[in-house]
């Protein structure tokens, strides 16, 4: 983590008094001051990468470079608190021409989903292509790789390598601890992993959703200091009481601002903090990241001060950023200039003390191995390998809910045609396969979706959270097939076809998750895939990142890994047939 030297601290305490120069003052200005939620007029003296003083007494002659801001508010940069970069599916570097010019000038990122694929050699690779960027990128370490037994992934990450990896100089966190069970049972290897941040300065980040009651005692006395998961008032109002720093969370397929926008209210301090959690590549050009929080934050009645501190200073402080997170002699010169908090929209962000507009954009040239760009392995399959022989009595079906990770279990009657349980669009019900693709055991898995509207063709995807198989849900049993085998050539991606022929897709080599292409090209690609997908009938919102998420057995309440139909609340494997 960036310290400032004596220099630095010399030179600020210098302009501060007058006995020398500061590099930068931004005059008439009105402070978005998060200490005491007030915007407050004054100058702000910039002396390096260091703010020396806030104030009305700064003259043109205490600096180098004079900027009149006439009267426009100054804010702190933003942090976003709790992120996956690969959700966006681009490098860092692509990440950050998406939200640094916004204000975004730090995030806390969890590479949870490459650690899945390839371990500490993923985490490694994502440290180092974040490493030359402008703006400041902290780690939190994956702890839940595999995030439980039943599920297959690409690496596991033991203890040992996560108290290795807590060693690095930008890792502040260990990432949101998912077995739920686990710590509400004792489980020791689970417990070790929270212990090793009793001696550190780093946090133990949660991940609970619909916990509450004994179970969330039981989780948060292990250690763990926050949540991301809240989707209903009750739910976030208990984890508050219960100490949790509770971070409130609008990202692409997960939007629950509006559910919890009572509890964004100066009362409760520095225990909010606004994240993104999962934002796709539209959604981060079109809305933007967590400034497009605090944008709809403000505009469902929060106090925009407030807001600006849920998404700065209280995410600083929770992740004990020093010197982060506010403007005051000091801290960092990350700072943000917009007319008005009204609509959040940057017009200028000073980073490190310097316009971002006038500096170069940041240049992300990872070497990429080829190792990396050939992890899917796909076993060889067949039609065979992806029926369901008919069995007696109904199925358990996983219902997709728009705008929530979270699933409902349906049970169904199944429709038989030669002895085989299909897929039926007059009952809302398509077949859900996922295929074990890290080269282990080439296990298949089947079972039955609803909710996507489908009714012909098939989507497809090595993006399958938290394990990275290939999952796939389709109305019949060769376009699925036709569909794995689009994404074993393309070493990766989305792909949605029908009748055996491609209608859109994108190439995501690195990992499986990630794409060498701009930005902008992959938001292109994935317009095409949305269209390709309403074409077929797909009803819901994001349907790519609704598929990805129906393996992740951590979130309730079924769903579906490499090695069968979790139901999430029992934490234990169930029969598809009933």
Request: charged content about 20%; hydrophobic content about 45%.
């Amino acid at each position: 983590m960036k310290n400032p030297t004596i220099e630095d601290l010399q030179w600020s305490a210098d302009a501060a008094i007058g006995r020398r120069r500061g590099s930068l003052l931004l005059k008439n200005a009105r402070v978005a001051n998060v200490f005491t939620l007030e915007l407050e007029p004054a100058s702000v003296l910039i002396a390096g990468s260091l703010i020396a003083g806030v104030g009305l007494d700064f003259t043109d002659a205490d600096a180098e470079t004079v900027v009149d801001l006439k009267g426009a508010i100054l804010t702190p940069g933003l942090i976003d608190g709790h992120l996956h970069i690969e959700s966006s599916l681009v490098t860092p570097a692509e990440y950050e021409s998406a939200v640094l010019r916004r204000g975004v000038t730090g995030i806390v990122a969890d590479p949870h989903e490459v650690a899945n694929v390839a371990g500490v050699a993923a985490i490694e690779w994502m440290i180092q292509a974040s490493e030359n960027l402008q703006m400041d990128v902290w780690f939190a370490v994956p702890s839940s790789v595999p995030a439980t037994p039943m599920e297959t992934s690409g690496a596991i990450l033991t203890v040992d390598d996560i108290a290795c990896l807590l060693a690095h100089p930008r890792v502040v966190a260990i990432g949101e601890l998912m077995n739920v069970p686990g710590f509400v049972n004792g489980d020791l290897q689970e417990l070790q992993k929270s212990m090793l941040t009793h001696d550190k300065p780093h946090t133990a980040e949660g991940h609970a959703p619909g916990l509450m009651g004994r179970a969330l005692q039981a989780y948060l006395g292990s250690g763990i200091s926050s949540d991301h998961e809240s989707t209903t008032l009750e739910e976030g109002l208990q984890k508050l009481r219960s100490g949790c720093f509770l971070m409130i969370r609008e990202g692409s397929a997960t939007r629950n601002l509006e559910a919890l926008m009572p509890l964004l209210n100066p009362r409760h301090g520095d225990r909010i903090g606004l994240v993104t959690d999962d934002r796709l590549p539209h959604d981060l050009i079109v809305e933007g990241g967590v400034d497009f929080v605090v944008r709809k934050a403000i505009a469902l009645g929060a106090d925009p001060v407030y807001a600006v501190r849920c998404a700065s200073w209280n995410t600083a402080r929770h992740f004990r950023l020093q010197r982060r997170g506010a403007i005051a002699a000091g801290y960092f010169a990350d700072l943000v200039v917009c007319d008005r908090l009204e609509g959040f929209a940057a017009t200028d962000v000073i980073k490190d003390g310097q316009f971002v507009s006038r500096q170069s954009a940041s240049s992300d040239a990872p070497v990429i191995p080829e190792s990396i760009r050939q992890s899917v392995r796909l076993p060889d399959l067949e039609l065979a390998s992806l029926q369901i022989r008919a069995e007696s009595g109904n199925i358990r079906v996983i219902e997709a809910i728009p705008n929530q990770i979270l699933t409902r279990e349906r049970i169904v009657a199944p429709t038989i045609v030669e002895g085989l349980a299909i897929a039926d669009p007059s009952k809302d019900l398509a077949k859900l396969v996922c295929i074990e693709r890290h080269g282990h055991h080439g296990k298949v898995a089947k079972g039955f979706a609803s909710g996507f509207g489908l009714r012909e063709g098939a989507l497809a995807c090595s993006v399958a959270h938290d394990h990275h198989n290939c999952m796939a849900v389709g109305m019949n049993d060769s376009d699925i097939l036709f569909a794995f085998e689009r994404l074993r050539s393309l070493g990766g991606g989305l792909v949605v076809v029908n009748d055996k022929r491609v209608l859109a897709e994108l190439s995501l080599p690195i990992f499986g998750l990630l794409s060498d292409q701009p930005l902008e090209t992959v938001r292109e690609s994935l317009v095409k895939i949305d269209q390709a997908a309403r074409s077929l009938g797909c009803v819901l919102p994001s349907q790519i990142m609704a598929l990805s998420f129906l393996g992740l057995e951590v979130i309730p309440e079924l769903r579906l890994t490499d090695l069968g139909l979790v139901d999430v609340l029992r934490g234990q494997f169930v029969e598809m047939w009933v």
